[in-house]
């Protein structure tokens, strides 16, 4: 048996379509079209590329973007004062500050200056807080793709159970509790650097999903026959770019599987669209 391939490509473009819908809509109804302003700070070119790919979604949503690129010895000061300025400017709906910083700079804090209404990362406390109580204003866009993949390609979650394989606040966490939230109902493992035998783990999930940063972790035999398994990683390897699955290895004798790219990518950047619509419309509904 081969898998179910997952096309992340086909599933953004769906809901890049009904963003662009709904800012059209909006645009009639109220003059308001979506602005998300994006900060680059430095050169980093795997940064420079997230950026650029993001700034095309938006302009092919209809939504508008503006990039503010800082040099990489910008100070904390600095950067905090445009996001302060971004905060305030009522054309601004959404701002994104892509990671990683310059090490020199408090991420923490650089994130924690953000507005929670314009915070479309979902990385704010009090965004994080909203989602775990299962009111979530924004959703986090990886674990929400993610979600958003299994959901699309008809893949139940209730009562299976999911290992997660990554701990970090930005997929693994966040992953985890959309996981558990009543509806999605997944019973779910959190595995880490600090779990002993990851392998025997994997072969009783019904689902593995691998945000690890580790070319091939997850080797073909760790997973059922009939499992799904979702590849978060993105991985240099040489002049290819990988996921943290053994896909070759894999795709002979699971359910399903997300290829890497064309899987979890694509729809990161439709929930961040997803995400701006949302923050407009959050800031042009309140008083
Ligand atoms: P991270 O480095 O912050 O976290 C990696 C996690 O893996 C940690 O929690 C760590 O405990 C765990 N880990 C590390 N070594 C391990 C080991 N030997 N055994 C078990 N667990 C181990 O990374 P991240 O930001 O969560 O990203 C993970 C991967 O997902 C990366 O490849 C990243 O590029 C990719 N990523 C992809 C998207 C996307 O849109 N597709 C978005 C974000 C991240």
Same mark, same amino acid.
Request: glycine fraction near 10%; charged fraction near 20%; aromatic fraction near 8%.
């Given at each position: 048996m081969t898998a179910q391939l997952i096309d992340g490509k086909q599933i953004a473009e769906h809901c890049r379509l009904q963003v662009q819908q709904q800012a059209v809509a909006m645009l009639q109804q109220t003059g308001v079209s979506p602005h998300l302003a994006a900060i680059l700070c430095g050169d980093d070119p795997a940064s420079q590329v997230y950026v650029r790919n993001k700034e095309k979604a938006c302009a092919k949503a209809g939504l508008r973007s503006t990039l503010h690129r800082l040099p990489a010895d910008v100070t904390q000061q600095q950067l905090q004062q445009l996001i302060a300025a971004l905060n305030s400017n /009522? *054309?601004? +709906?959404g701002i994104l500050v892509q990671l /990683?910083? !310059? =090490? +020199?700079?408090d991420t923490v804090a650089i994130l924690d200056a953000v507005t929670p209404l314009k915070d479309v990362d979902a990385f704010h406390p009090e965004n994080v807080g909203l989602m775990l109580q299962g =009111?979530? =204003? $924004?959703?986090?866009?990886t674990p929400a793709g993610v979600m958003r993949l299994l959901s699309a390609s008809g893949i139940p979650t209730a009562g299976r159970h999911a290992v997660v394989i990554g701990r970090s606040d930005i997929v693994g966490k966040p992953m985890a509790a959309l996981l558990l939230q009543k509806g999605a109902d997944a019973t779910v493992t959190v595995c880490h650097s =600090?779990? /002993?035998d990851i392998a025997a783990l994997c072969r009783q999930a019904d689902i593995v999903i691998a945000a690890v940063g580790? !070319?091939? $972790?997850? +080797?073909? *035999?760790?997973?059922? !026959? *009939?499992a799904v398994v979702i590849d978060v990683g993105i991985n240099r390897l040489g002049d290819k770019l990988v996921g943290d699955v053994d896909f070759d290895a894999a795709v002979?004798?699971?359910a399903a599987i997300t290829p890497v !790219?064309?899987?979890?990518g694509p729809m990161t950047i439709a929930m961040l669209l997803e995400n701006t619509l949302t923050a407009a419309r959050l800031q042009t509904t309140r008083p």
């Open positions: /009522p *054309d601004v +709906h /990683p910083l !310059p =090490r +020199h700079l =009111r979530p =204003r $924004f959703l986090p866009c =600090r779990t /002993p580790i !070319p091939n $972790f997850v +080797h073909g *035999d760790w997973l059922k !026959p *009939d002979g004798h699971v !790219p064309g899987g979890v």
